[in-house]
């Protein structure tokens, strides 16, 4: 039988998966209606796509801050050698971070003035470099790191390869697939048909994006290809694929059929089977392709501390989230507001 050592970063990265799928889902959207509003000129339908996330935006983070904490507190190892190999990306998202959020309140503090259209701007430009980062980094996780002695020994632009690049573009449209379907759902009339038509594009970019990723993973490492097509893992691996084309013909109908939840629904599956496969090529790795979980993991006794108090304070995060949004469920429309 295996001892609590082994389990416990086991369930950490459960824990600390489950922040990042979270996040992913709920800033995912918001940061997609950021990029949106490129293709949205009108000042009414864009205020309508602000006042669908407007009560709940700010929160989102919540879940980045948790997984970052997880990271530090659980797996020092993996914190000490990622960051150092992402300074760049890491530190360009969080300031597009901030600049967005400032861009999204100065806009109505600017409201009539030359300066808001600069606002808008920023939030814009801030949603799609934060999405670009986050992919990025991903990317570059995936295709691993040089690690020597457990620590990083590559240089600062290592991260910035073709590969990362892909995955950067593929995750902004993905949220921009997100937001889209989100509005499908939130909105009514010609915003609503405008968001059908953007998510029908967006769909097919990013499915091509899922299928250059998917098939250029498993190049990168060995063991990557050997998860994939080994038995009887491929067995086991096979629905992921399956299930991809299967959302997707669903997606397709469900915008052709003018259905509001599904969309919505349908990318928030591909998101997830996204992940699932990555966990899939990357388990059970914490740093590609050489340090597992349990080499960078701190002790089994500072990990049951921390256990203890996320089991608390994580529920209550949850319920919190799940409250806000039920509370401003519902159509949005030019005549409401939030301010």
Not at 8 to 19: F, T
Not at 140 to 153: E, H, L, Y
Not at 278 to 288: C, D, E, K, N, S
Request: overall charge neutral; charged content about 10%.
């Amino acid at each position: 039988m295996m001892d609590v050592s082994y389990w416990l970063p086991v369930i950490w990265a459960v824990i600390l998966v489950a922040a990042i799928s979270i996040y992913v889902i709920l800033d995912g959207f918001d940061l997609g209606i950021g990029m949106l509003f490129a293709l949205e000129r009108d000042r009414g339908r864009r205020d309508v796509m602000i006042n669908t996330i407007a009560p709940v935006w700010d929160g989102n983070e919540t879940w980045m801050v948790l997984g970052g904490a997880v990271l530090y507190g659980v797996f020092p190892g993996a914190y000490a050698t990622l960051l150092p190999a992402f300074y760049m990306p890491v530190v360009v998202m969080l300031l597009a971070l901030i600049f967005r959020g400032v861009a999204f309140e100065f806009r109505i503090l600017t409201r009539d003035t030359p300066r808001e259209r600069l606002w808008e701007g920023g939030f814009m430009a801030g949603s799609a470099i934060a999405a670009f980062c986050q992919g990025v980094i991903l990317g570059g996780v995936v295709q691993g790191i040089r690690v020597v002695d457990g620590a990083f020994a590559g240089g600062a632009l290592d991260w910035l390869t073709p590969f990362s690049i892909l995955c950067g573009v593929a995750v902004m449209c993905g949220y921009a697939l997100l937001g889209a379907t989100w509005l499908v759902w939130r909105t009514t009339g010609g915003l609503e048909a405008a968001c059908r038509r953007w998510a029908g594009w967006l769909a097919i970019g990013l499915f091509m994006g899922i299928v250059a990723v998917s098939a250029w993973t498993p190049l990168l490492h060995a063991p990557y290809l050997r998860r994939w097509t080994d038995w009887p893992n491929i067995a086991l691996v096979a629905p992921v694929p399956v299930l991809v084309v299967v959302l997707g013909i669903v997606l397709a109908r469900s915008l052709r059929r003018g259905q509001t939840r599904v969309p919505f629904a349908c990318a928030l599956g591909w998101f997830g089977l996204c992940l699932s496969g990555l966990g899939i090529t990357v388990w059970p790795y914490a740093v590609p392709p050489g340090l597992t979980l349990w080499d960078v993991s701190s002790p089994p006794s500072s990990q049951f501390f921390q256990l203890v108090g996320t089991a608390i304070m994580m529920p209550i995060i949850l319920t919190y989230t799940i409250h806000s949004y039920r509370v401003f469920r519902g159509k949005v429309t030019e005549s409401d507001g939030y301010h």
